[in-house]
């Protein structure tokens, strides 16, 4: 009987070590890709940092200085014509035959005057006249007499020059009698009110009884009469932008009560001076009222067509940087690299801002620029930026 054994390797063992060296592979490949991936995350987060810290902007191009630009400025309409009507004579009111609102013609009666004082007074100078009339016929009379006794030496020389003298004396009494008449009886004619020309009475102060007390215009008008079929406008222009006001120059009107509505203005003149209190000049404008759309006294805005600067830039008023070295704008290259420019403001719009010196054409200047910007910064135009976004969604879809 053999006491001999085989003895050979398990199977399982042998599956068991295949397992082992598998498993350790797929391990160190798990922390190979572990690795890999941080290290990928820490590039990738130190890139969006990197770019995170450049200020993203938005640029806009100039706008160039059209032809000619609006001049917005307040004005104030006045009647072409306006006649307040004082009393030339005292009395009282008789009567008043036009109210406010009444267009009248020239000449129309707008109220009487009763004047008992004056009326004496025209009575005893036409009396007097009548009675210096009488002398003087008679003193004629007396001097043709002497004349002819002159003839026949029945009187003397020295008595008949007498007689033609008293003759000469009786006549310029007539004659001042005579304009003294006269002079009372235009006075008399004060006592009608007409209006002076074609126009609306746009007041009156006066009622029937009231006491007239004859003035020369510094005391109160009874009637006031306008001529509204056209007005003048009076605008004062800067001392900055009077030059460029020229004869026939047109403008267009707004009101407050007529939105959307436009009245065309025709420059007439121009004070030729700068006011030294408020460094304007006044012009004044004429315009056709004859539908009766505009008043006398009203505010208007007056838009004037002023010509524009060839060399001007518009851009943004939210584009100016204001430091203690004045103002600034940021121009950025294609590069991204940032320029602060001095630049010199012609006028200003509001929402835009015109620039006369500091600035190109075709520059890109950059639109709500943030405080920390400084001269030569990195930035990001916000276009790059949109496209650098668009290219990596194509990239990961």
Do not use: C
């Not at 126009?199 to 509204?228: E, H, M, W, Y």
């Amino acid at each position: 009987m053999s006491t001999e054994v085989d003895i050979a390797a398990p199977q399982p063992l042998r599956h068991l070590k295949s397992a082992a060296a598998i498993a350790l592979l797929i391990a160190a490949g798990v922390v190979s890709g572990g690795v890999f991936s941080r290290v990928h995350a820490h590039e990738a987060l130190a890139a969006w940092t990197d770019a995170q810290a450049i200020p993203t902007v938005a640029t806009v191009l100039p706008e160039a200085s059209p032809a000619s630009q609006p001049l917005v400025l307040p004005g104030r309409l006045a009647a072409y014509v306006n006649a307040p009507i004082y009393a030339r004579v005292s009395g009282y009111l008789h009567a008043w035959y036009a109210d406010i609102g009444t267009h009248v013609k020239a000449g129309q009666l707008l109220g009487v005057i009763d004047t008992p004082d004056l009326d004496q007074q025209l009575q005893q100078a036409r009396a007097d006249l009548r009675n210096s009339v009488a002398n003087e016929k008679l003193a004629a009379t007396t001097a043709q007499r002497w004349s002819e006794m002159l003839k026949q030496e029945s009187v003397s020389q020295q008595d008949a020059d007498e007689k033609t003298a008293d003759l000469l004396a009786k006549q310029a009494t007539v004659e001042a009698n005579q304009a003294n008449v006269r002079r009372l009886e235009a006075l008399e004619s004060f006592k009608r009110l007409t209006a002076p020309f074609d126009g609306v009475v746009t007041a009156r102060k006066t009622d029937v009884g009231a006491l007239i007390d004859a003035g020369s215009g510094s005391g109160p008008d009874l009637f006031t009469v306008s001529d509204a079929k056209q007005l003048r406008v009076y605008v004062s222009v800067p001392q900055n932008d009077a030059a460029s006001i020229q004869p026939s120059m047109h403008a267009t009107l707004t009101v407050p009560e007529r939105p959307g509505v436009k009245f065309d203005a025709k420059l007439v003149d121009t004070d030729q001076s700068i006011s030294p209190a408020s460094g304007t000049m006044l012009v004044q404008l004429a315009v056709d009222n004859s539908a009766g759309k505009l008043f006398p006294g009203e505010y208007t805005e007056v838009h004037l067509a002023m010509p524009g600067d060839a060399h001007a830039l518009f851009v943004p008023a939210s584009a100016l940087i204001f430091r203690a070295n004045g103002e600034q704008i940021a121009v950025a290259d294609a590069n991204g690299h940032v320029q602060l420019r001095d630049i010199t403001i012609g006028t200003d719009l509001g929402q835009r801002v015109e620039i006369t010196q500091g600035l190109h054409a075709g520059e890109r200047v950059i639109d709500n620029p943030p405080d920390s910007l400084a001269n030569g910064d990195t930035v990001r135009l916000a276009s790059s930026a949109a496209h650098d976004a668009n290219r990596a969604e194509h990239a990961h879809g």
